[in-house]
């Protein structure tokens, strides 16, 4: 098996990535705490790319990175690349959203899309597989379900009339952004020769 770094020093994301790539032939593990990538670029795909090259390219070692968030459409794509750091916490990131959206009423005016962005970068650098998934939703008025993580309460599927806090596990891993980037990526890495 070969590995693959994960561009990240969260535990969590290890995991969360293990667990979609699961079928792989890709031994994951995490990078060093102490290598850094900021990200610089102002796209998601961007970022993505950026920090697996450089984690690549610091390591020797094929590495996979992502870059996600949310783009609400009456804001011009705000948060976006943004996202994680719109404000302090969960909580105030949601209310600052709330916020900026209180004179947008109507559902039609509250359509918004989570991105989420994948890489692999072999060893030199280069890049060997990319993708994106979208999930298009709605911004609740107020926040809705207790499970998941960030902005979850407030995105709405008008589908499933659930948002993505009161989905399951499964459920919002077949339609979400992330799961959608992660089984393309999934069937690229499987095409690739190690
Ligand atoms: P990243 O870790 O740089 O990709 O930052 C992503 C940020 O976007 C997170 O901190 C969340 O605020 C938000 N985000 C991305 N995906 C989701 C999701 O599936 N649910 C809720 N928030 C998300």
């Given at each position: 098996m070969t590995k693959l770094i994960v561009a990240t020093s969260n535990p969590g994301k290890l995991r969360e990535m293990q667990a979609y790539l699961s079928e792989s032939e890709w031994e994951l593990s995490l990078k060093p705490a102490e290598l850094d990538v900021d990200e610089?670029?102002?796209?998601f795909i961007g970022n993505a790319c950026l920090k697996a090259a450089e984690v690549a390219i610091a390591l020797n070692c094929w590495a996979i990175a992502d870059d996600s968030g949310l783009q609400v459409d009456a804001l011009n794509?705000?948060?976006?690349?943004f996202s994680a750091r719109y404000a302090s916490s969960d909580k105030e990131r949601i209310d600052r959203i709330l916020h900026e959206l209180?004179?947008?009423?109507d559902s039609s005016q509250r359509q918004a899309q989570f991105v989420c962005a994948v890489a692999v970068a072999r060893p030199d650098g280069s890049i060997a597989a990319r993708a994106e998934g979208i999930c298009r939703g709605e911004i609740l008025t107020a926040p809705r379900g207790?499970?998941?993580?960030?902005y979850d309460p407030i995105f709405y599927i008008p589908t499933e009339r659930l948002t993505f806090a009161e989905m399951s596990k499964e459920a919002k891993r077949s339609i979400s952004h992330r799961g959608k980037a992660f089984a393309t990526i999934s069937a690229q890495l499987a095409a690739i020769k190690q």
């Amino acid at each position: 098996m070969t590995k693959l770094i994960v561009a990240t020093s969260n535990p969590g994301k290890l995991r969360e990535m293990q667990a979609y790539l699961s079928e792989s032939e890709w031994e994951l593990s995490l990078k060093p705490a102490e290598l850094d990538v900021d990200e610089t670029e102002d796209t998601f795909i961007g970022n993505a790319c950026l920090k697996a090259a450089e984690v690549a390219i610091a390591l020797n070692c094929w590495a996979i990175a992502d870059d996600s968030g949310l783009q609400v459409d009456a804001l011009n794509g705000a948060p976006g690349i943004f996202s994680a750091r719109y404000a302090s916490s969960d909580k105030e990131r949601i209310d600052r959203i709330l916020h900026e959206l209180s004179d947008f009423p109507d559902s039609s005016q509250r359509q918004a899309q989570f991105v989420c962005a994948v890489a692999v970068a072999r060893p030199d650098g280069s890049i060997a597989a990319r993708a994106e998934g979208i999930c298009r939703g709605e911004i609740l008025t107020a926040p809705r379900g207790t499970d998941g993580f960030g902005y979850d309460p407030i995105f709405y599927i008008p589908t499933e009339r659930l948002t993505f806090a009161e989905m399951s596990k499964e459920a919002k891993r077949s339609i979400s952004h992330r799961g959608k980037a992660f089984a393309t990526i999934s069937a690229q890495l499987a095409a690739i020769k190690q």
